[in-house]
């Protein structure tokens, strides 16, 4: 399977940005399936020779030789209540790239490749008991589909600094010639707190959404309402449900009363499949998360101080 992932995954990148996600499925001990966007994986196989290191984090399984790259490798049946996968022979390891880093987890299943509906997933409701590491379902088939959060999995174990840097601010404070707006769309509520916080350090005024149906319709009410009170800038997720921000971006560039918006799109994606999709939709700019001082500088670039003032 590892040897033509890559060639499946060219496949189905024709449908990203029409709301459209190839998800990879696995199991991880019992019938329940679980789902990640083809896009963070690298590569899929057996479970390599583990080494492993005392003191670590208790979801660290060890690292392993990667193509030469020293990796470390994640039980995610642990991470998800399951019985731990580190000591089990038929156990399968995921090499995924995300949030500029690369990073093996432990499946006990893999299935296969589906194409998803954007539209068809839906935020997990609580009474399903999956917590904070799903952060979708849907159907396939007819059985439930649950689309872990790798992020928030590796955020647990190694936390993303939250904060610009001393430089930063300063440069942040001498752009500060008028107060300005963006909106900022995430499904995470983690996610969106910490971006309106960063942009608090720089005087930035946030409108939020929660997915990419709710942004544009958020965007065509300000547009259609009073100019002072519109965004220049949207900065947005691209894994979300009902609409992401692949097919939010192009939603933008295809609507006459939004298209001069810029767009920051912010992910954990990355790899060549998503650069050329953040190119394909038109996207202004790409910032992997979480990293705020590029992602400040970015916003910065695309709206320089003086075309905001009033």
Same mark, same amino acid.
């Given at each position: 399977?590892?040897?033509?992932?890559?060639? #499946? =995954?060219?496949?189905?990148?024709?449908?990203?940005?029409?709301?459209?996600? *190839?998800?990879?499925?696995?199991?991880?001990?019992?019938?329940?399936?679980?789902?990640?966007?083809?896009? #963070?994986?690298? &590569? /899929?196989?057996?479970?390599?020779?583990?080494?492993?290191? $005392?003191?670590?984090?208790?979801?660290?399984?060890?690292?392993?030789?990667?193509?030469?790259?020293?990796?470390?490798?994640?039980?995610?049946?642990?991470?998800?209540?399951?019985?731990?996968?580190?000591? &089990?022979?038929? *156990?399968?390891?995921? @090499?995924?790239?995300?949030?500029?880093? @690369?990073?093996?987890?432990?499946?006990?299943?893999?299935?296969?490749?589906?194409?998803?509906?954007?539209? #068809?997933?839906? +935020? !997990?409701?609580?009474?399903?008991?999956?917590?904070?590491?799903?952060?979708?379902?849907?159907?396939?088939?007819?059985?439930?589909?649950?689309?872990?959060?790798?992020?928030?999995?590796?955020?647990?174990?190694?936390?993303? $600094?939250? &904060?610009?840097?001393?430089?930063?601010?300063?440069?942040?404070? +001498?752009?500060?010639? +008028? $107060?300005?707006? /963006?909106?900022?769309?995430?499904?995470?509520?983690?996610?969106?707190?910490?971006? =309106?916080?960063?942009?608090?350090?720089?005087?930035?005024?946030?409108?939020?959404?929660?997915?990419?149906?709710?942004?544009?319709?958020?965007?065509?009410?300000?547009?259609?309402?009073?100019? *002072?009170?519109?965004?220049?800038?949207?900065?947005?997720?691209?894994?979300?449900?009902?609409?992401?921000?692949? *097919?939010?971006?192009?939603?933008?560039? &295809?609507?006459? +009363?939004?298209?001069?918006?810029?767009?920051?799109?912010?992910?954990?994606?990355?790899?060549?499949?998503?650069?050329?999709?953040?190119?394909?939709?038109?996207?202004?700019?790409? @910032?992997?998360?979480?990293?705020?001082?590029?992602?400040?500088?970015? @916003?910065?670039?695309?709206? !320089?101080?003086?075309?905001?003032?009033?």
């Amino acid at each position: 399977m590892g040897g033509t992932l890559l060639e #499946k =995954v060219e496949q189905h990148t024709r449908l990203a940005g029409h709301n459209r996600v *190839a998800m990879l499925l696995f199991r991880l001990g019992d019938a329940q399936l679980f789902g990640i966007n083809v896009f #963070k994986v690298r &590569e /899929v196989m057996r479970r390599p020779p583990l080494e492993r290191m $005392p003191g670590v984090h208790a979801l660290l399984a060890g690292s392993c030789d990667y193509r030469g790259q020293t990796i470390p490798v994640i039980d995610l049946a642990a991470a998800l209540g399951y019985p731990p996968l580190r000591d &089990e022979a038929s *156990a399968h390891l995921m @090499v995924t790239e995300f949030s500029r880093s @690369v990073q093996g987890f432990l499946v006990a299943d893999l299935q296969r490749m589906v194409q998803c509906d954007g539209d #068809k997933l839906e +935020a !997990p409701s609580a009474t399903l008991g999956f917590g904070a590491r799903v952060n979708a379902v849907t159907r396939v088939d007819g059985a439930l589909l649950a689309v872990v959060d790798v992020e928030q999995v590796l955020a647990g174990i190694d936390a993303a $600094p939250a &904060e610009l840097s001393l430089q930063m601010q300063r440069l942040a404070d +001498a752009h500060m010639l +008028a $107060p300005r707006r /963006v909106m900022v769309v995430d499904d995470s509520l983690i996610a969106r707190r910490r971006l =309106v916080e960063l942009f608090k350090q720089m005087n930035i005024e946030c409108v939020l959404a929660q997915d990419g149906r709710e942004a544009l319709e958020r965007l065509h009410e300000l547009a259609a309402a009073d100019p *002072a009170e519109g965004v220049k800038l949207v900065v947005s997720d691209i894994e979300m449900p009902r609409l992401d921000g692949y *097919a939010l971006t192009r939603a933008i560039r &295809e609507a006459p +009363a939004l298209c001069r918006l810029k767009v920051v799109l912010h992910s954990s994606l990355s790899g060549i499949f998503n650069e050329a999709m953040v190119k394909e939709v038109k996207a202004d700019a790409f @910032v992997a998360k979480f990293q705020p001082d590029l992602l400040a500088h970015a @916003v910065l670039e695309l709206l !320089p101080a003086e075309a905001l003032a009033d």
